[in-house]
């Protein structure tokens, strides 16, 4: 078929439709397996606290519980990228949820602390996978005036649920010596929601195109046009193309942005999961309570909410690096007024600050990614982009008791300020795609 003035592709019917309460419903379905996703990742700071008291372990073992999660998540952003390229991102996705779910709920059984570091790793490989498919699978059915803020919007579910983690480990973990498995067999949830997400959310028409799989690309596009009341037009057929495979990533055309993208993936890892992955820890240590210094997180964490509605306001206002450059310098901001803070006034107003900002930029991040690579390879770009980041996230957990030991917590969040700095320069050398189509990407893959 050839193309005639009545026919669009399917990617722009998809893209001049208003938001639906379909695409609402895509977002709070996937935004709450990331929810799930931040409260799982976000118990093992409580965890760590408590089993600090416990189990009478040292700041290198407490180190080795923080990150191995994070070696999983590794492996598991870089196989979830691949495999959702080959497979579909709604599979993987709901693959995602069932491993993480039940690995959790099987660490809350946790004997040894060898056994806690095997369940770790299994729940970072689930977790890994799943965000940069999520995003990529929203991003790919919003509207192009309005995905990077779609975007910002589902990982505001970050936020979401890691304030259900600090209000889990406020009242749930200090209660007993149990409560910290109680606390980990709460984040066993993903595993039912999995079974939802496999039934309900659509898979991305760009991906099925992609495979040749025509009619059902066009149930979904119709799908979303019935919601809008737009009356569905004829699309050309699209040309099957496979992925090219990651080695596409460092091509002529794609590897500047590929490097770009690889920096600020691992400095924001190692500056926002070193201090938040310590946070409870690092206050226990500094004379609070447990409870106490439970609470405190809590509050910091709550200040993460804001931070993301200015980045979705921001997003289509200023554009995506203009965005993540401003909230990575108010991260490094806010890391360098923790690091100076003195008395518990203090700690908690640069706590929020630090929060606020971090992850606004976190947001405006997930927005820009799915940008940065065709169809294609958007999900292996992805993927291999956080899986690279996840390399920050073992390392910093273990580089915080040498940082302590040589300068104090002044010296541990002034590194983690330097980080942000980094990753704010590299923001210079990603694309900015603000109310463009994914299909212009200026990448060639063939």
Do not use: K
């Not at 409870?280 to 804001?306: D, H, K």
């Amino acid at each position: 078929m050839t193309r005639t003035e009545t026919e669009l592709p399917r990617a722009e019917r998809l893209d001049r439709l208003p938001f639906t309460r379909e695409h609402g419903r895509l977002v709070v379905g996937s935004g709450l397996g990331w929810a799930l996703d931040a409260m799982d990742v976000g118990l093992i700071s409580f965890v760590m606290a408590a089993l600090a008291v416990q189990w009478d372990l040292s700041s290198t073992e407490l180190s080795w519980i923080g990150s191995i999660g994070f070696a999983g998540m590794a492996l598991g952003a870089t196989l979830g990228g691949l495999l959702a390229d080959r497979f579909g991102r709604r599979q993987v996705f709901a693959t995602t949820l069932l491993i993480f779910g039940v690995a959790t709920g099987a660490a809350a059984l946790s004997w040894s602390i060898g056994a806690l570091l095997v369940f770790r790793f299994l729940i970072g490989l689930g977790l890994g996978a799943e965000l940069p498919v999520a995003s990529t699978l929203v991003s790919e059915f919003a509207p192009a005036r309005v995905r990077g803020r779609v975007v910002v919007l589902l990982e505001a579910f970050w936020a979401v649920g890691w304030t259900l983690a600090a209000l889990i480990g406020y009242f749930v973990v200090p209660r007993s010596d149990d409560g910290w498995r109680w606390a980990l067999a709460l984040g066993a949830l993903p595993a039912l929601y999995a079974v939802v997400v496999r039934r309900g959310l659509p898979e991305s028409v760009r991906f099925l195109e992609t495979r040749g799989r025509v009619e059902e690309a066009e149930a979904a596009v119709r799908r979303f046009e019935r919601a809008a009341g737009v009356e569905p037009v004829p699309s050309p057929l699209p040309v099957p193309t496979p992925s090219p495979g990651p080695r596409a990533l460092w091509a002529a055309g794609t590897r500047l942005r590929t490097a770009a993208l690889w920096v600020v993936w691992f400095s924001i890892n190692f500056a926002y999961y070193g201090a938040f992955i310590w946070l409870p820890t690092l206050l226990v240590a500094n004379g609070f309570s447990l409870v106490r210094s439970f609470g405190f997180t809590l509050v910091i964490t709550l200040a993460q909410l804001p931070g993301y509605a200015v980045a979705a306001v921001l997003i289509e206002t200023w554009g995506r690096r203009a965005t993540l450059a401003t909230f990575l310098a108010g991260s490094a901001l806010g890391a360098g007024l923790f690091a100076a803070a003195d008395g518990e006034t203090a700690v908690l107003v640069t706590g929020m600050v630090l929060s606020f900002f971090n992850l606004g930029a976190w947001g405006a991040l997930y927005a820009v990614t799915p940008e940065v690579y065709p169809t294609v390879l958007r999900a292996t770009g992805a993927g291999a982009a956080a899986g690279f980041g996840r390399l920050a996230s073992i390392a910093a957990p273990l580089c915080v008791p040498p940082l302590l030991d040589a300068g104090g917590t002044g010296l541990v969040f002034g590194t983690f300020a330097a980080f942000f700095v980094l990753g704010g320069v590299a923001t210079f050398w990603l694309p900015e795609r603000r109310g463009r189509s994914l299909e212009d990407t200026g990448v060639r893959t063939g």
